[in-house]
């Protein structure tokens, strides 16, 4: 699951602070310009999305709808064929995070939450991964 913020440094304030969800990984993206900020839930990642620039996608969306719920993301073999073969219309665009491909479902957004496929690694998403619920 992803969530908007405008500052990531406050949102962890909340989330790895108060909350005690561990930081495991994060970067920065030139485009779009996004820090992205994941937290272990224990089986699952709580990803901070915070736009880097007053312009594009991200920005817009706090502009518009204000921090929260972005996307949810699922694990795929094939993100871009899968993300595609789900989504109403179009070819799903590449994306990428934690180094790995994703594509988010192409179509209009269905009961306000957007869909993102990301590459599923069982031994490091799971096996590997320290506290992943199995």
């Not at 602070?17 to 224990?42: F, H, I, N």
């Not at 995070?97 to 998403?125: K, Y």
Request: proline content about 7%; glycine content about 10%.
């Amino acid at each position: 699951m992803a969530v908007v913020v405008r500052s990531t440094e406050e949102a962890l304030a909340h989330f790895s602070e108060r909350l005690g969800l561990p930081v495991v990984w994060s970067e920065k993206l030139d485009v779009p310009a996004v820090r992205l900020t994941y937290l272990s839930t224990g089986n699952a990642f709580l990803q901070l999305v915070e736009p880097l620039s007053d312009e594009g996608p991200i920005a817009s969306f706090v502009e518009e709808h204000g921090e929260g719920l972005h996307h949810v993301c699922f694990g795929a073999d094939d993100p871009i064929e899968d993300a595609t073969a789900i989504g109403l219309a179009g070819d799903a665009t590449p994306g990428q995070g934690r180094g790995r491909v994703s594509a988010f479902v192409p179509g209009p957004v269905v009961h306000g939450v957007r869909i993102e496929c990301t590459r599923f690694d069982l031994h490091e998403d799971v096996t590997d991964s320290p506290g992943a619920l199995t």
